[in-house]
């Protein structure tokens, strides 16, 4: 049973991820004063579902010089993991992971990035490679201070399960208690999920595709499907984390719907930073912004306690 709906949580989860390329198209659309797609169905309605028959339907290319099976099979495991992460949400079953929840997501966090590096050294391409260590160089210096940050929340919170998060929110949402930390938060989510103003990885103005110019059909829609699930989780984690996160509330979704949003908006509103300024903005800003808040909710926590035994 377990099982079973482990598996229809997945397809829920992918029916979500397409009708969310279609929001982001046709939101693109509006903002460069074009029309989106509106030909495939009512309004474009099924225009994600055509796209996925016609990249599961075309030949998958074969770089003559690569090592195929680390190539074939590194897309299929960043899915794997970006899916699995999801077991987190408190869903019927999803209590196994509840109480080391945090753990569990920047353990798996960390480990798609592995996937990525691998893919990319296998197509044995130098634009693969650039991109590939480009995006580990992004992701390994955004983790540091994005663990940080999320520390200080756990400093306060006094717990790794996501659900004490909310009892913790009732009277006041993180994200105006921490403001600073909040800013900070939604600004490396877009680091972390590799997103418009920071995807060099995929800079075609400079790396034609980046890391995933060797892959096609089918591998292309896996790495396709692997950032927008994340994109899609990573907005539920901030609604947890900074909004007061109720799971049994219809507002928790629109809170999440609204970030979902937010990350479209901001793609077409910002150009792409330069790479060394977005260095700059974790290595001189974050980190040693985010060390000495650390240190400050450390001791406003203690400060709490102590004058609670009081």
């Given at each position: 049973?377990?099982?079973?709906?482990?598996?229809?949580m997945?397809?829920?989860?992918?029916?979500?991820?397409?009708?969310?390329?279609?929001?982001?198209?046709?939101?693109?659309?509006?903002?460069?004063?074009?029309?989106?797609?509106?030909?495939?169905g009512?309004?474009?309605?099924?225009?994600?579902?055509?796209?996925a028959?016609?990249?599961?339907?075309?030949?998958?290319?074969?770089?003559?010089?690569?090592?195929?099976?680390?190539?074939?099979?590194?897309?299929?495991?960043?899915?794997?993991?970006?899916?699995l992460?999801?077991?987190?949400?408190?869903?019927?079953?999803?209590?196994?992971?509840?109480?080391?929840?945090?753990?569990?997501?920047?353990?798996?966090?960390?480990?798609?990035?592995?996937?990525?590096?691998?893919?990319s050294?296998?197509?044995?391409?130098?634009?693969?490679?650039?991109?590939?260590?480009?995006?580990?160089a992004q992701?390994?210096?955004?983790?540091?201070?994005?663990?940080?940050?999320?520390?200080?929340?756990?400093?306060?919170?006094?717990?790794?399960?996501?659900?004490?998060?909310?009892?913790?929110?009732?009277?006041?949402?993180?994200?105006?208690?921490?403001?600073?930390?909040?800013?900070?938060?939604?600004?490396?989510?877009?680091?972390?999920?590799?997103?418009?103003?920071?995807?060099?990885?995929?800079?075609?103005?400079?790396?034609?595709?980046?890391?995933n110019?060797?892959?096609?059909?089918?591998?292309?829609?896996?790495?396709?499907?692997?950032?927008?699930?994340?994109?899609?989780?990573?907005s539920?984690?901030?609604?947890?984390?900074?909004?007061?996160?109720?799971?049994?509330?219809?507002?928790?979704?629109m809170?999440?719907?609204?970030?979902?949003f937010?990350?479209?908006?901001?793609?077409?509103?910002?150009?792409?930073f330069?790479?060394?300024?977005?260095?700059?903005?974790?290595?001189?800003?974050?980190?040693?912004?985010?060390?000495?808040?650390?240190l400050?909710?450390?001791?406003?926590?203690?400060?709490?306690?102590?004058?609670?035994?009081?």
């Amino acid at each position: 049973m377990i099982l079973l709906v482990f598996l229809m949580m997945m397809i829920f989860i992918m029916i979500g991820v397409a009708f969310f390329t279609l929001l982001e198209r046709k939101l693109l659309g509006y903002i460069q004063y074009r029309k989106g797609p509106n030909k495939v169905g009512f309004i474009g309605i099924l225009q994600p579902f055509s796209d996925a028959i016609k990249l599961f339907s075309k030949e998958i290319l074969k770089p003559l010089v690569s090592n195929y099976s680390i190539f074939f099979f590194m897309p299929l495991l960043n899915l794997m993991i970006n899916l699995l992460v999801w077991l987190l949400m408190p869903f019927f079953f999803s209590y196994f992971f509840v109480n080391l929840g945090i753990l569990f997501f920047l353990c798996l966090s960390s480990l798609s990035v592995y996937t990525i590096i691998l893919g990319s050294w296998s197509s044995n391409s130098n634009y693969s490679m650039l991109g590939s260590l480009r995006l580990v160089a992004q992701l390994i210096s955004y983790e540091i201070s994005f663990s940080i940050i999320l520390m200080c929340f756990l400093i306060l919170n006094n717990s790794l399960s996501l659900y004490d998060f909310y009892i913790f929110q009732k009277s006041i949402w993180f994200f105006f208690f921490m403001f600073p930390l909040g800013i900070m938060w939604l600004i490396s989510c877009f680091a972390e999920t590799n997103r418009t103003p920071f995807d060099f990885s995929e800079g075609e103005s400079e790396l034609v595709s980046g890391f995933n110019i060797e892959y096609s059909s089918v591998l292309f829609a896996y790495i396709f499907l692997s950032e927008y699930c994340s994109i899609m989780f990573m907005s539920y984690m901030s609604v947890i984390i900074l909004f007061g996160g109720n799971f049994f509330s219809f507002f928790f979704y629109m809170k999440s719907s609204l970030l979902c949003f937010f990350f479209i908006w901001v793609r077409g509103s910002l150009p792409r930073f330069r790479y060394d300024k977005l260095m700059y903005l974790n290595w001189k800003i974050f980190l040693p912004l985010s060390m000495l808040l650390i240190l400050f909710f450390s001791g406003f926590s203690i400060f709490l306690k102590l004058n609670s035994m009081n």
